[in-house]
C-alpha cells in the first residue's frame, strides 16, 4: 500500500463522529469504574419478566453508541430482537424536538422492522386517521391503493416531515397529541402480535440512540422540552409494551430534575471518563493503555503488520503516543480529533511530536475560547480540590467538558468519583497562574 493511501485510510479511520466497527472495540470497564453496560442496562432486561424503561446518558463523544451497539450484539446472543435506531439522522430535529417526535420515531423503526404479515394495529391505526395525516404524509392517495411496503412507508414521510419543514412541527404534533393514547395502544398491540409472530424470542428491545442531542428548549412560563419529554411525558415514554432504553442530555442528569428522573424511571445510567490520570496527578497506566489499544486496533485493522510497528510506522515515539492518549482527556471523541488534526500537520507517516504538539494547541485554543474570564478561578479551585460543586457554573464546564470526571473503587471497594479540568487546559497560561493564586490563598 503506498504511503499516501496508508496515511488517508489511517485518517478515516479515526472519523470522530463514526462508532467503530465492531472489530476495533475496545473493553475499558475496569478504567471506567468497572461501568459495564452489560450489567448496568442488560442485566436489568435480562433478568425481568416485564418491560423495562431504562436512560442512559455520558458526555457527547465518549463511547455511548458504541456501547449500545455491544449491548444489542449481546441481547440478540439472548435471542431478543432488538430494534436500535439514531434518532438524529432522520427522525427528530435536535434543535427542536418534542415527545411526539420520539414516539412517532420509535412507532417506525419498530414498523419497519417487524414486518407482520397478517394483522398490523398500527397500520389499522394509521388507516383509521389517513383523512386527518395524508396531507402530513404529502399524499393524496387512498391509504388502501398503497401496497405493505407503501402503507409502511408512511410511518417514515411522517418523521420526515417533523425534521424537515419547520412549519409542519406544530401543527403534526397536534394531532398527534390528540391521538397518543390511541397510538400507544396500537403500538402495545403491534408489540404483542409480534411477540407472538417472531419464533423462539427472549423479547422486544427497543434502543433509541442520540436523543441526547437534543437541545434544551425554554419558553417563558412554560416547562422546557427537557421536561416535557422525560417528566411529564414519563408515563407515555414507559408506557411501551417492550424493553426500552431512551439515552437521555446528561444536563439532565447533572440537574435539579435528576430526583424525578430516579422516581419516574429508576437512575439513569452514566458512561463515565476513561481514567488517564489517578487524583494525586499520577499516571493512569491501565487508561492509557486502553487508549493505546483503542488506536492500535482501528490502524491494524488496515494493515495487522502496524500492530508491531505502531512506534516506528505510525509514531515517531511512544512518547508522541502517550501525549495524544494524555491530552485527551479520557474522551474518545478528543482522541479521534487528535489524531485527525496531527494527520493534517504530516504529509507522511509517521505522526511526529511536532504535529502532534500543533494538534494540541489547535484544540487548545478552542476550549481556550470557550471559558469565560470568571471561570478561570472557579476551574483552578476545582482542579485544585478534585471536585466539582452542584452549582450551574460549574455545571457548564462540566457539559463543555473543561471538567472531566471519573469515576474509580479505592483500596475498600468504595465507589469514588472525583473531578479534574481538562488536561488541555492544564497549558493555558491563564489557567496557570489562577491554580498558582488559587494554591498561595
Not at 425554554?218 to 416547562?223: H, L, Q, S
Not at 492509557?288 to 510506522?313: A, P
Not at 460543586?389 to 472525583?418: A, F, G, S, V
Request: glycine fraction near 4%; charge should be neutral.
Amino acid at each position: 500500500m503506498k504511503k499516501f493511501d496508508l496515511l488517508t485510510e489511517i485518517y478515516s479511520s479515526f472519523e470522530p463522529f463514526q462508532p467503530p466497527s465492531k472489530e476495533a472495540y475496545v473493553q475499558c470497564k475496569e478504567v471506567r469504574g468497572r461501568w459495564d453496560i452489560i450489567r448496568e442496562l442488560g442485566k436489568k432486561i435480562t433478568l425481568s419478566n416485564q418491560p423495562t424503561c431504562q436512560l442512559y446518558s455520558g458526555h457527547r463523544g465518549v463511547g455511548k453508541s458504541t456501547e449500545l451497539l455491544q449491548l444489542k450484539e449481546y441481547l440478540e446472543q439472548k435471542k431478543y430482537f432488538v430494534v436500535y435506531f439514531a434518532a438524529d439522522d432522520e427522525d427528530i430535529e435536535p434543535q427542536d424536538a418534542a415527545y411526539a417526535d420520539i414516539i412517532l420515531a420509535c412507532t417506525r423503526h419498530l414498523v419497519e422492522e417487524i414486518r407482520l404479515k397478517n394483522h398490523n394495529p398500527l397500520l389499522k391505526w394509521m388507516k383509521d386517521r389517513w383523512e386527518s395525516l395524508k396531507d402530513i404524509a404529502l399524499t393524496e392517495i387512498s391509504f388502501n391503493k398503497l401496497d405493505l411496503q407503501g402503507q409502511i412507508g408512511q410511518f417514515a414521510k411522517i418523521t420526515a416531515t417533523l425534521r424537515a419543514t419547520p412549519d409542519k412541527r406544530r401543527e403534526v404534533r397536534q394531532r398527534i397529541d390528540a391521538n397518543t393514547p390511541s397510538l400507544i395502544e396500537a403500538l402495545n398491540d403491534f408489540i404483542k402480535e409480534a411477540k407472538q409472530s417472531l419464533p423462539d424470542i427472549s423479547g422486544i428491545v427497543l434502543i433509541a440512540d442520540n436523543l441526547d442531542r437534543i437541545v434544551e428548549v425554554k419558553e417563558e412560563g412554560k416547562p422546557s422540552n427537557y421536561e416535557e419529554i422525560y417528566l411529564n411525558r414519563s408515563e407515555i415514554m414507559r408506557g411501551l409494551g417492550c424493553h426500552v432504553i431512551y439515552t437521555i442530555p446528561i444536563a439532565m442528569v447533572y440537574s435539579g430534575r435528576a430526583t424525578q428522573l430516579e422516581n419516574n424511571y429508576d437512575t439513569p445510567n452514566v458512561l463515565p471518563m476513561i481514567m488517564v490520570r489517578n487524583p494525586d496527578n499520577s499516571e493512569n497506566t491501565a487508561g492509557l493503555e486502553k487508549l493505546r489499544e483503542f488506536i492500535c486496533r482501528r490502524v491494524t485493522l488496515i494493515d495487522s503488520r502496524l500492530e508491531r510497528n505502531l512506534v516506528g510506522r505510525v509514531f515517531d515515539s511512544a512518547e508522541t503516543l502517550k501525549l495524544l492518549c494524555l491530552m485527551s482527556g479520557g474522551h474518545v471523541r478528543n482522541l479521534m480529533q487528535l489524531m485527525q488534526k496531527s494527520i493534517d500537520w504530516i504529509d507522511e507517516l509517521p505522526i511526529t511530536a511536532k504535529a502532534a504538539k500543533r494538534a494540541i494547541e489547535e484544540t487548545r485554543e478552542t476550549y481556550r475560547k470557550t471559558i469565560q474570564e470568571h471561570q478561570w478561578e472557579i476551574l483552578a479551585r476545582a482542579c485544585y480540590r478534585k471536585e466539582a460543586d452542584n452549582n450551574q457554573e460549574h455545571l457548564t464546564l462540566l457539559l463543555n467538558r473543561c471538567l472531566l470526571e471519573y469515576r474509580y473503587y479505592d483500596e475498600n471497594d468504595k465507589l469514588r468519583t472525583w473531578c479534574n479540568v481538562h488536561p488541555l487546559i492544564e497549558g493555558i497560561p491563564k489557567f496557570q497562574k489562577a491554580l498558582e493564586e488559587v494554591k498561595a490563598a
